[in-house]
């Protein structure tokens, strides 16, 4: 059987017995003299994983694992991934549940998946991924093993990254203004003349935004704080207000003058009549937890904002 040179790393099984996950080295390569040498690389992927091509951070949430081999697998050889609390002894160690990949179709035995691995699950003896606090190193393993006649020491892959369960602190204040009454607003195919708009910060005060020492009520503790966007819900009118978007922090910014149009003067009769609109604030970590939605009402006339 061919001696196999593991790049990403391989660790043997007692390591694998001892220790929730080793904090790097690899073991010593064989004879580059020794023809029978096959170089092994193993690449581990994590849907949503973050940065996509580095993967420091992913979600704690049913995510698929995809593995990659640059050799083929053995034909009697089965391909398990189980993540588990890096750092920790193995019988105490947090751990998410062992399973076996399968071959994806076409890959001729290189490309392997689960589907929907729960990066979050709880458990009572040991506990599960679930009960590790946030940004938690987790060591990602592959195992390569004999179906039939399970080796002693089997190949072992594993990367380490942090698992996040957090969405991000964003909080963006929303002031509401009126136009240049002269600017006209085409809602449709008609022009209307004057509307409303909003700025959004989240600055704590009125100051220059390159101050250093400035107050900014946006973060996220572990992946980062991601794309964040504003949208509004007109559906009394035909079309919508373009959304303003963007990601990271400072979210700082303003929707299109007129973005909010008033009521044509000749459509009002009645405050029954007045158009209301939700602006709706989604954001997300660079993982994808997503916090709650903010929302704010407001309510417009034929030439004002009546109430916020």
Sequence with gaps: MKKLLLVLVVVTLASFLLVG???GGTTPPPDDDDDDV???????????QY???AKEYIRADLLDVTVTFAVAVGEDDLVRFVAKEAGAPALTAKTGAEVTLTEVAGSGRKVWKFVDYDFNNTGVDPLGLGDLADCVEICLYVTVNDCCVPDPTP????EIVKLDDTPPDVTPYLTFKDC???????????PVLGGAYFEFTTLTTDQDPCDPLL????????????????????????????????TGCTVVGAADCGCLPYVDPDDWESVEDNIHYT????VK???????APMTWELEVDTDSIVTT
Excluded: R
């Design 21 to 23: 996950c080793l904090n």
């Design 38 to 48: 096959v170089v092994q690389a193993v690449a581990i992927a994590i849907e949503d």
């Design 180 to 190: 240049n009454p002269c600017v006209e607003v085409l809602p449709c195919d008609d």
């Design 285 to 291: 970590d660079n993982v994808g937890n997503a916090q």
């Design 279 to 282: 602006i709706t604030f989604d």
């Design 215 to 246: 107050g900014n009520l946006c973060a996220d503790a572990c992946s980062g704080v991601g794309a964040w966007s504003f949208t509004v819900d007109k559906a009394s009118l035909c079309d919508a207000c373009p959304s303003a978007s963007g």
């Design 51 to 53: 940065p996509a091509t």
């Design 155 to 158: 190949d072992i892959y594993y």
